[in-house]
Nanobody
């Protein structure tokens, strides 16, 4: 099993940047695809970005693909989300999640995550 823990959220002005980190316990981190999800008040949780177990494939929601980057360091059991040019509409709780590695053509990278962190708040002021 994997227990993800997020960090790095906070308050930032529009146009600013934040870097979220997700560190997961367990010695099998490198066998999991990882994803970032967000949930704004009154809205459903949705995928922001995902990265496969090796860091070879990445997925981004259309609203962030030219502003956010995702990366991972398997030697540190850590995944990152670099968020640039933040907008007020990016305000949400951001969750880190993990799923056992699988084909991205067979299962979309936004689906079937079963290990979740508690979330970290990101607030972007206008």
């Amino acid at each position: 099993q994997l227990q993800p823990v997020e960090s790095g959220g906070g308050l930032v002005q529009a146009g600013g940047s934040l870097r979220l980190s997700c560190t997961a316990s367990g010695r099998t981190f490198s066998t999991y695809d990882m994803g970032w999800f967000c949930q704004a008040p009154g809205k459903e949780r949705e995928v922001v970005a995902a990265i496969d177990w090796a860091g070879s494939n990445r997925y981004f929601h259309d609203t962030v693909k030219d502003r956010f980057t995702i990366s991972r360091d398997n030697t540190k059991n850590t995944m990152y989300l670099q968020m640039n040019r933040l907008k007020p509409e990016d305000t949400a709780v951001y969750f880190c999640a993990a799923r056992a590695a699988r084909s991205w053509t067979a299962v979309h990278p936004s689906l079937q995550y079963n290990y979740w962190g508690q979330g970290t708040q990101v607030t972007v002021s206008s």
